[in-house]
């Protein structure tokens, strides 16, 4: 990566402990692995997720991006393997000023449609994700970026909002710096995911040849990327969509699924691993699970008919004493994920534990007597009724036992009374943002390991999250912590954000850990696509 004599280094990502990740290896199933019309073979990935769209500028879901992060490229990206950022599409990168950053491209790039990749479809692609700005995207990651400029060909300027902002170079590996085809995307509106594949704007490693929207996906070698991971091990991939875990699971078993990406329940993964032909391994996780409120349409919300903001805050701090994170880890999970006490995951440098000395027993674990004591001196009717949404397609069919423990643990202190309801991914992404769910799940996969990447999705204005909230204070901290440069000032910034958003309970974080990845043993390259990443590559993937 190139440096100027004026550029500050690059913050390093921090290591994490972050419960565990199953990587599972199949041994003794036979193949059915077929041959592509392309020619050699094609390695079949199966997954229970879903995809909400295509285009990088309306989505930011694992879903979504595990078919963007191989069909479309960003300047500066993260090896497998690796933890730091390096160039992609670009060559290199420079603080050119306090406020200014100068990425030089790789010189005759192209999409596979065979058009130019130049300076100017950069600029066209963070212009247009800022003002779509669509409510399921990945614009609030830009919250820094004031303009972009394409002096040259090769050329592109980004001029940040506030200067010394060393988390630049990472925004740039995530979805929000996906470079698309302005002769193919609109400026102003998301486009079609048909019209997409029809146009064939793949400047990654793969590009699509057949698409049947959330049932079979086929991939083959995109030989126009010319990009840091180069040629792709396997050159014909496929996608497979699976509505029941179990029905993955068997898949796996009788060998049409050579790899698994999300998500294989607990129960199945300890089932598999007894099995005397499969090898599980571990490696590091940074996903988390919590609840949002609705900040308009939780009890006495603002757009309630009773909306009382002293009432509704204590509703949530409640909630907060109640819940047992511990019990939802070893009842549902076998303790392969862990107790999580802020949106922070344990393990990341300035995660505090601030829900853990402010609720419930004081030690991490509930107490009904102080959330009744709460919502007594809130002067709350109880039983309050909590309208909880969760989703299972998107986070595992486990989810469906994780919230009705929840409902039991909330229950069981006699304060609540709780309507449990699921939505499938595809229509719970649209509902969310419109304020239909009063308390909903979600979970979080890293763009990039540094604790901002956990904290201003959530509480920056016009989060992810569309929850509501925004406080100026959290606000103020946040963009404090951005840019930042003494490494025990940031990590006080960093504190104080996290208690002064976990004192408010705008979202309740429960676990964290861990992630899943299964392969037959013929499959190669796996153990390298545990990264930091919320999804993983399969450039790397090959046939043994």
């Not at 994700?129 to 980004?158: H, M, Q, R, W």
């Not at 085809?181 to 990654?204: M, R």
Request: charged share 20%.
């Amino acid at each position: 990566m190139a440096h100027s004599s004026t550029h500050r280094p690059l913050r390093p990502l921090g290591a994490l402990s972050l419960g565990t990740a199953f990587l599972v290896a199949l041994t003794g199933c036979t193949s059915s692995r077929t041959t592509a019309a392309s020619g050699g073979p094609t390695i079949t990935v199966g997954t229970t997720d879903q995809v909400t769209s295509l285009d990088p500028a309306g989505a930011w879901d694992a879903g979504s991006g595990t078919i963007e992060s191989e069909v479309y490229a960003t300047l500066l990206s993260v090896r497998n393997g690796a933890t730091e950022v390096s160039p992609d599409l670009a060559t290199g990168i420079e603080l050119t000023g306090p406020k200014q950053y100068t990425v030089t491209l790789r010189k005759g790039l192209k999409f596979a449609n065979g058009h130019q990749l130049t300076s100017s479809d950069v600029k066209f692609s963070f212009d247009r994700t800022l003002k779509i700005a669509d409510e399921n995207g990945p614009s609030s990651l830009l919250y820094n970026l004031a303009s972009v400029a394409a002096p040259s060909p090769t050329t592109v300027v980004f001029t940040l909002k506030s200067a010394n902002d060393t988390l630049f170079p990472q925004v740039l590996s995530t979805a929000a710096g996906y470079v698309v085809d302005e002769q193919t995307f609109p400026a102003d509106k998301i486009l079609d995911d048909k019209a997409i594949v029809t146009a064939k704007p793949w400047n990654g490693p793969y590009g699509v040849t057949d698409y049947d929207k959330n049932s079979l996906v086929s991939f083959t070698e995109n030989s126009a990327y010319g990009g840091q991971l180069g040629t792709p091990k396997t050159k014909n991939i496929q996608l497979k969509y699976y509505t029941d875990a179990s029905n993955l699971k068997l898949d796996v078993q009788q060998g049409t699924v050579d790899a698994v990406y999300r998500t294989l329940t607990t129960a199945d993964l300890d089932d598999l691993a007894k099995k005397k032909d499969i090898k599980v391994h571990t490696g590091s996780g940074n996903g988390i699970r919590y609840i949002v409120f609705d900040l308009q349409t939780q009890p006495y919300g603002t757009k309630t008919k009773d909306a009382d903001k002293t009432k509704a805050l204590a509703v949530r701090q409640a909630v907060a004493d109640s819940v047992d994170r511990a019990q939802l880890a070893q009842q549902v999970y076998k303790n392969s994920y862990q107790p999580l006490y802020s949106s922070v995951p344990d393990g990341l440098t300035g995660a505090t534990d601030s829900f853990k000395s402010l609720y419930g027993d004081k030690k991490g674990g509930p107490d009904k007597t102080v959330a009744a004591a709460r919502l007594k001196a809130a002067k709350v009717t109880t039983p309050v009724t909590l309208n909880l949404q969760y989703n299972s397609d998107h986070y595992g069919s486990s989810s469906a036992d994780e919230y009705a423990l929840v409902k039991t643990q909330l229950e069981a202190t006699g304060l609540f009374k709780v309507n449990l309801q699921s939505t499938e991914w595809t229509q719970y992404g649209k509902d969310r943002v419109k304020h239909l769910y009063p308390l909903y799940q979600l979970g979080w996969y890293a763009d990039y390991l540094d604790a901002d990447n956990y904290l201003s999705p959530f509480y920056s204005a016009n989060s992810w999250v569309a929850n509501g909230y925004d406080d100026p204070a959290v606000r103020s901290l946040i963009q404090k912590e951005e840019t930042e440069t003494d490494a025990a000032k940031r990590a006080e910034l960093l504190k104080q954000a996290q208690d002064k958003a976990a004192a408010q309970v705008p979202l309740l974080p429960l676990l964290q850990g861990s992630t899943a990845i299964v392969t037959r043993t013929d499959v190669g390259g796996v153990p390298d696509a545990l990264t930091s990443a919320y999804t993983f590559r399969w450039a790397g993937l090959s046939t043994k």
